[in-house]
């Protein structure tokens, strides 16, 4: 079983941007699909990213052009390098793990979750 753990996010303005990091511990990190998901506050949490065991990346229409993902298996880290953040932007982001081969949008394909972190954009 894999935990999850955030870091990276914090306040920045708008045009400005932020990097998050994911570090994995307790499992496999190669064999696991990654993925990030954000929720604002009265929104259903949404996807953002994801890739798989051999780097293939989607990404939402949202975040297309602006956020990009990546990962490191030697140190076990996924992240998101976020640039030209809106204010639409702010959320609670989630980095999530699923043992299945394809990158899913839906966040109930995902079983591993870490803590989330906030995001906030100010215009």
């Known amino acids: 079983q894999v935990q999850l753990v955030e870091s990276g996010g914090g306040s920045v303005q708008a045009g400005g941007s932020l990097r998050l990091s994911c570090a994995a511990s307790?499992?496999?990190?190669?064999?696991?699909?990654m993925g990030w998901f954000r929720q604002a506050p009265g929104k259903e949490r949404e996807f953002v990213a994801g890739?798989?065991?051999?780097?293939?990346?989607i990404r939402s229409d949202s975040v297309k052009g602006r956020f990009t993902i990546s990962r490191d298996n030697a140190k076990n880290t996924v992240y998101l390098q976020m640039n030209s953040l809106k204010p639409e932007d702010t959320a609670v982001y989630y980095c999530?793990?699923?043992?299945?081969?394809?990158?899913?949008?839906?966040?109930?394909?995902?079983?591993?979750w870490g803590q989330g972190i906030q995001v906030t954009v100010s215009s």
């Open positions: 999530a793990a699923k043992e299945t081969l394809l990158v899913r949008t839906t966040s109930n394909e995902y079983a591993y």
């Open positions: 307790g499992g496999t990190f190669s064999s696991y699909v």
């Open positions: 890739i798989g065991r051999s780097g293939g990346t």
